[in-house]
T-cell receptor, first 112, second 112 residues
Framework: DVKVTQSSRYLVKRTGEKVFLECVQD?????MFWYRQDPGLGLRLIYF???????EKGDIPEGYSVSREKKERFSLILESASTNQTSMYLC???????????FGPGTRLTVT | KNQVEQSPQSLIILEGKNCTLQ??????????LRWYKQDTGRGPVSLTI?????NTKSNGRYTATLDADTKQSSLHITASQLSDSASYIC???????????FGKGNQVVVIP
């Protein structure tokens, strides 16, 4: 049974803080994704990674960076958190095209 | 313009009744279409995944249909239960691309 876990369910940070969101998957999936989800906008892709140390920008990468040092772990970094980054962040992993994409439980981040 | 459009945006149904959610897409070349269920505050969970050659797929009381010619899909919920209250998200994948196109979701509320 595939499991995607995220380091925190809820997080509150102050404007300007550096924020790390961690995601771990246990099924040896090549591809990992970070999305944010906002009311009325649906899920939007921030970054994805198709292999260790490889990353590609999604649709809304500004203000974010990522790190994939190990296959099972994909980190999302907010270098200097801002209030407009208050959102639900979802991590997902995928073995390959045509296969199931599995989501983590999400991290609700509030930046004050 | 979003490549995946869902309707209705939201609906309220009585427990025990049926309902049908619609998804139209423009993603091309088409690879597969997935329906996810997302409970409030949780990550999306897969209901069905269909490829080009599949017209219908069921998962318990959920039945998804696909018309790849008209680029339309529907998700039918039979004999709705209170636990069906959730957002249902249509996700389409293009061939040769691991990035997914997300609809904004159908918000379903089942009332007793």
């Amino acid at each position: 049974d595939v499991k995607v876990t995220q380091s925190s369910r809820y997080l509150v940070k102050r404007t300007g803080e550096k924020v790390f969101l961690e995601c771990v998957q246990d099924m040896d999936h090549e591809n990992m994704f970070w999305y944010r989800q906002d009311p009325g906008l649906g899920l939007r892709l921030i970054y994805f990674s198709y292999d260790v140390k490889m990353k590609e920008k999604g649709d809304i990468p500004e203000g974010y960076s990522v790190s994939r040092e190990k296959k099972e772990r994909f980190s999302l970094i907010l270098e200097s958190a801002s209030t407009n980054q208050t959102s639900m962040y979802l991590c997902a992993s995928l073995l390959g095209q045509g296969t199931e994409q599995y989501f983590g439980p999400g991290t609700r981040l509030t930046v004050t | 313009k979003n490549q995946v459009e869902q309707s209705p945006q939201s609906l309220i149904i009585l427990e025990g009744k049926n309902c049908t959610l619609q998804c139209n897409y423009t993603v091309s070349p088409f690879s597969n279409l997935r329906w996810y269920k997302q409970d409030t505050g949780r990550g999306p969970v897969s209901l069905t995944i269909m490829t080009f050659s599949e017209n219908t797929k069921s998962n318990g009381r959920y039945t998804a249909t696909l018309d790849a010619d008209t680029k339309q899909s529907s998700l039918h919920i039979t004999a709705s239960q209170l636990s069906d209250s959730a957002s249902y998200i249509c996700v389409v994948s293009a061939r040769g691309n691991n990035r997914l196109a997300f609809g904004k979701g159908n918000q379903v509320v089942v009332i007793p």
